[in-house]
C-alpha cells in the first residue's frame, strides 16, 4: 500500500506533466495542480496552456492553483538571459528556471497554501536517495531522447529530496501510450520546442530589448580579415552555420560573438572542435564535492552527447580537458558532469576555449 502524501504538481497543460497528475492520483495521493504565469503570451504557460491545465484538473477532481510570478521570472530569468546575449554568450534559460522558479518561488508559494509535502513535474529524469551516503542523487531518465536531467542540475539537496518524477522510468511513447489509455485531452498535444517567452522569434525578441546590438559589424577570420558585416552580434550563437551571409569555398561558422567590439569570429568545420574549455560557478548535485582532478564525462547542452574528459578543479572553478575534440561549445552554456547516468554536478562554460 502507497503512504499518502500531499503533492504539489506542476501543471503546464501539456502530455507529461499531466500524466504525472493523473498517475499520482491513481496512487490514493493528496494533489494540487500548480501552473505559474509568468510571460505573456507564454508558449509553456499562456493561456492556452493554463486552460489545458484547469481542464486536467477538473477531471482528475483536484484543486488547480494558477500563481503569478511574472516579476520574479524577468528578474531571476529572462533578465539574466538579456545580460548573457548581451555579453556574446550562450545562456540555457530553463535550468536557470526550475532552479529559481519552478522548485522556489512556485514551491514556496504552494506550500504555504496547501501545506504540500512533495513537488513532482512531468520531468524525465530520476530522484532516488543513496542509502549509504543518505545523499539526494540525480539521474538520467531511462528514455535517451527524452532524458531532462540536463535542465535539472542547478537543484540542490533540499529541492532533490521533495521531488517527485513519475515519469522518469518511462519512454515518450509509453507516456503518450497511456495518457490516451485514459482519455486524457492533452494526450497528442506536440511537445513544446522553444523558449517560452520569445514568442517562437528569438530575433525579434533580441531586436526589441537590446537594440543597441542591432549594428552592423564586421565578420573576420581568427587572423583578423575581414570577410564580410554582420547585422547586429545579437543575431548569431556559436556554431551556427546558416544566414551569416558570407560566400567562402567551404561552410563557416560563427567561433565567437564580440558584442563590445562589435565582431563575429568565423571560421571552418576544423576550427570550431574545441580540445578544452573553463568552467566557472562548479557546483555539485549528487555528490560532495571533490577535489583536484576528476575523470567524468561532460555534456554541454540538452539532447547532446556525454563526452568522456577530465575535469581539473580550482576553487569554483576548473577546466575541462576532453579526450576527443568537440564543436558546439558556447561559452554560457553550461556543460554538466556525469558518471553514467548519474548526474555529479555542473558548471558554466567560459570563453576560455582550446581550440583542436
Same mark, same amino acid.
Given at each position: 500500500?502507497?503512504? *499518502?502524501?500531499?503533492? @504539489? ?22 494533489? #494540487? ?12 504557460? =499562456?493561456?492556452? @496552456?493554463? /486552460?489545458? /491545465? ?36 550562450? %545562456?540555457? %534559460? ?10 522556489? &518561488? ?30 539526494? *542523487? ?5 528514455? %535517451?531522447?527524452?532524458? *531532462? /536531467? ?9 529541492? !532533490?529530496?521533495?521531488?517527485?518524477? %513519475? ?14 489509455? !485514459?482519455? !486524457? ?14 514568442? *517562437? ?22 587572423? =583578423?580579415?575581414?570577410? =564580410?558585416? &554582420?547585422?547586429?552580434?545579437? &543575431? ?8 551569416? =551571409? ?10 565567437? #560573438? ?48 556525454? &563526452? ?26 553550461? /556543460? ?21
Amino acid at each position: 500500500m502507497v503512504h *499518502q502524501m500531499r503533492i @504539489a504538481v506542476g501543471l503546464s497543460g501539456g502530455v507529461d506533466s499531466s500524466l504525472a497528475a493523473a498517475r499520482l492520483v491513481a496512487e490514493g495521493h493528496e494533489v #494540487v495542480g500548480v501552473t505559474m504565469v509568468i510571460w505573456p503570451d507564454s508558449s509553456c504557460c =499562456g493561456a492556452e @496552456a493554463i /486552460a489545458d /491545465a484547469s481542464a486536467l484538473a477538473s477531471r482528475l477532481g483536484i484543486q488547480h492553483l494558477k500563481l503569478d510570478l511574472m516579476e520574479q521570472f524577468k528578474a531571476e530569468v529572462v533578465d539574466p538571459f538579456l545580460e548573457t546575449y548581451a555579453d556574446g554568450r550562450t %545562456p540555457n %534559460p530553463c535550468p536557470t528556471c526550475n532552479e529559481r522558479l519552478k522548485f522556489d &518561488h512556485m514551491w514556496q508559494a504552494a506550500r504555504a497554501e496547501t501545506g504540500a509535502e512533495y513537488l513532482a513535474t512531468g520531468h524525465y529524469a530520476r530522484v532516488a536517495q543513496d542509502p549509504v551516503t543518505g545523499r539526494w *542523487q540525480l539521474r538520467s531518465g531511462v528514455d %535517451p531522447r527524452k532524458d *531532462q /536531467a540536463y535542465m535539472l542540475w542547478r537543484l540542490s539537496q533540499d529541492q !532533490l529530496s521533495r521531488l517527485i518524477t %513519475p515519469l522518469g522510468s518511462m519512454t515518450k511513447e509509453e507516456t503518450r501510450r497511456e495518457a490516451k489509455a !485514459l482519455g !486524457l485531452d492533452v494526450a497528442d498535444k506536440p511537445d513544446s520546442q522553444d523558449l517560452c517567452f520569445t514568442s *517562437q522569434d528569438l530575433s525579434g525578441f533580441l531586436a526589441r530589448h537590446l537594440p543597441e546590438h542591432e549594428r552592423p559589424g564586421p565578420i573576420v577570420d581568427l587572423s =583578423g580579415q575581414v570577410l =564580410g558585416a &554582420h547585422k547586429g552580434t545579437t &543575431h548569431y550563437t556559436v556554431g551556427q552555420r546558416k544566414g551569416l =551571409g558570407v560566400a567562402a569555398p567551404t561552410p563557416l561558422y560563427v567561433l565567437d #560573438v564580440l558584442p563590445a567590439e562589435g565582431r563575429l569570429v568565423v571560421g571552418t568545420r576544423e576550427q570550431t572542435l574545441v580540445r578544452g574549455f573553463g568552467v566557472e560557478d562548479v557546483r555539485w548535485v549528487s555528490v560532495t564535492e571533490p577535489a583536484g582532478v576528476v575523470s567524468l564525462s561532460v555534456r554541454i547542452r540538452h539532447g547532446g552527447d556525454l &563526452h568522456a574528459a577530465t575535469l581539473v578543479l580550482s576553487g569554483s572553478g576548473g577546466r575541462v580537458e576532453l579526450e576527443a575534440a568537440i564543436p558546439g561549445v558556447a561559452p554560457g552554456q553550461y /556543460a554538466v558532469f556525469h558518471d553514467g547516468d548519474l548526474v555529479l554536478g555542473g558548471g558554466t562554460i567560459t570563453r576560455d576555449v582550446l581550440r583542436a
